[in-house]
C-alpha cells in the first residue's frame, strides 16, 4: 500500500509577499524624484493625524490683538504666532496644518468614490462591449469633452455648494479616466489564455470580471489613484476659491486663499503660505505617481 503524500506546508505554497515588496521597492527607489514625493506624501499624513497635537493653536480661534501679525521673521512678528496671523486674527501654521487633514480626506473620499464607480463601469463596458459599451463610452467622452473646472461648478451649482457636495462634484469629474483605463486593461486582458482557461473551467462572468480580469488591472489604477489625488485637491481648492467648496470658518486651502485676497498686497503670507502649501501637495502626489508608475510598469524596469 503506497504512503500518503506529504502535505505541502502553507507557507511553501504562498506567494514570497516580501520578495514582491523588495523588488518593487527597488524599482520605485530607483528615481530620487519618487523618493521625494513618498517622503513629503509621508509628511503630510503624519501632520494630518496628528494635527490636533502639532498645531499650537485651534484653527478657528480670533485672537483680535494680533490681526495680520506677520510671520515670525519679519519685523514686527512674534514667536507665539510663527507663519504670522489671518486678517481676522487666526494663526495661518495652526489653519495650514488643520487644512492638510482637510485636503486629504477630500482627496481619499472622492478618489474612493470615483475609482469604485469607475472600475465597475469599466469592467461592465470593456466585458459586455456591443450596445452597453456604447453608451456608457459616449457618455464618458461627454464629460470627458467639457472642462473638469467647469463641470465640477455645475455639479456643485446643482447640487448647492458645500464640501460635502464638493467631494461629490470632485469625484463626477475624476470618473471618466477609471471607466477608460478600465475597459482598456479589461479588453486587454479578456484575450489572454488564461481568461479562456477559466472559461473552459466553467467561471460565470461576476467571477471572470472581478477574480479573473481585475487583479491583473490593478496597477495603472493604482498609478491614476494616486495621480487623482492631487487633481482632487487642486479642484477642491479651487472650488473653495469660488465659495463653493468648504465654506468658512473651515480650515480649507482654497477658502483661505479666497478670503485673503484683498489682503495679497499689505499682507501677502496669508496668500503665499496656502497657494505653496497646495503646490507641494500637489507636486509630491504627482512624483510619487510617477514613481509608481515606473515602478509598476513592466515596460519600464531596466
Not at 462591449?129 to 467622452?141: N, Q
Request: hydrophobic share 55%; proline share 8%; aromatic share 6%.
Amino acid at each position: 500500500m503506497a504512503e500518503p503524500a506529504h502535505p505541502v506546508p502553507v507557507a511553501a505554497t504562498m506567494p514570497p509577499v516580501v520578495g514582491l515588496l523588495r523588488e518593487f521597492w527597488n524599482a520605485y527607489s530607483q528615481s530620487r524624484g519618487a523618493l521625494i514625493g513618498f517622503a513629503l506624501v509621508l509628511a503630510l499624513v503624519l501632520i494630518a493625524l496628528g494635527a490636533d497635537f502639532i498645531a499650537p493653536h485651534p484653527p478657528n480661534e480670533q485672537y483680535r490683538d494680533f490681526t495680520l501679525t506677520p510671520p515670525a521673521w519679519q519685523e514686527d512678528g512674534t514667536a507665539r504666532f510663527l507663519l504670522g496671523t489671518d486678517p481676522v486674527g487666526r494663526d495661518v501654521l495652526s489653519r495650514l496644518i488643520h487644512g492638510t487633514r482637510l485636503s486629504l480626506i477630500i482627496g481619499l473620499v472622492s478618489v474612493v468614490i470615483s475609482l469604485s464607480l469607475g472600475v465597475l463601469l469599466g469592467l461592465v463596458a470593456g466585458y459586455v462591449r456591443g450596445l452597453t459599451e456604447t453608451v456608457i463610452m459616449r457618455l464618458m467622452d461627454v464629460m470627458l469633452a467639457l472642462p473638469s473646472l467647469l463641470l465640477a461648478i455645475a455639479v456643485v451649482a446643482i447640487l448647492s455648494p458645500g464640501l460635502v457636495n464638493a467631494m461629490y462634484a470632485i469625484a463626477i469629474v475624476l470618473l471618466p479616466h477609471y471607466v477608460r483605463l478600465t475597459r482598456a486593461a479589461v479588453i486587454a486582458e479578456s484575450g489572454k489564455e488564461y481568461v479562456a482557461s477559466s472559461k473552459i473551467a466553467g467561471a460565470g462572468p461576476m467571477r471572470l470580471m472581478f477574480n479573473t480580469i481585475l487583479p491583473n488591472c490593478t496597477a495603472p489604477l493604482i498609478v491614476q489613484a494616486t495621480l487623482g489625488f492631487s487633481t482632487a485637491i487642486l479642484d477642491a481648492a479651487a472650488l473653495g476659491f469660488l465659495g463653493l467648496g468648504a465654506q468658512p470658518p473651515t480650515p480649507e486651502w482654497g477658502s483661505m486663499l479666497s478670503s485673503a485676497l484683498e489682503f495679497i498686497q499689505r499682507a501677502p503670507w496669508v496668500v503665499t503660505l496656502p497657494g505653496l502649501a497646495i503646490l507641494v501637495t500637489v507636486l509630491a502626489f504627482n512624483l510619487m505617481g510617477d514613481g509608481l508608475r515606473d515602478a509598476l510598469d513592466p515596460r519600464l524596469k531596466q
